[in-house]
Nanobody, 124 residues
Framework: QVQLVESGGGLVQAGGSLRLSCAASGRTFSRYAMGWFRQAPGKEREFVATISASGFTTNYADSVKGRFTISRDNAKNTVYLQMNSLKPEDTAVYYC?????????????????WGQGTQVAVSS
């Protein structure tokens, strides 16, 4: 049973930072790409960032490029999302996702496993 558990969300002022963590269990973490998605109220879930199984390849949504950084620690079975220069429009529930391949993946359909989400709220 694969489990993904996010943590690190919260309330922060615009311009502030948060680091999200996602702890994975139930399969060999280092063999699979991971991603972060987010869903704001009344909107569809959207891609934020992805990282390949090795950690060598990353990709970001244009809206977060230069502000967010995805990373992983395969020894700890954990993927991170460092979020800097946060804006009110970053407010959403953030979901960690595990894909079925080694390659960084941008589409929701490429992910097999999802966490429960962690709330991020950015005040202006």
């Amino acid at each position: 049973q694969v489990q993904l558990v996010e943590s690190g969300g919260g309330l922060v002022q615009a311009g502030g930072s948060l680091r999200l963590s996602c702890a994975a269990s139930g399969r060999t973490f280092s063999r699979y790409a991971m991603g972060w998605f987010r869903q704001a109220p009344g909107k569809e879930r959207e891609f934020v960032a992805t990282i390949s199984a090795s950690g060598f390849t990353t990709n970001y949504a244009d809206s977060v490029k230069g502000r967010f950084t995805i990373s992983r620690d395969n020894a700890k079975n954990t993927v991170y999302l460092q979020m800097n220069s946060l804006k009110p429009e970053d407010t959403a529930v953030y979901y960690c996702a595990g894909s079925g391949t080694i390659f960084a993946a941008l589409r929701r359909e490429e992910y097999d496993y999802w966490g429960q989400g962690t709330q991020v709220a950015v005040s202006s």
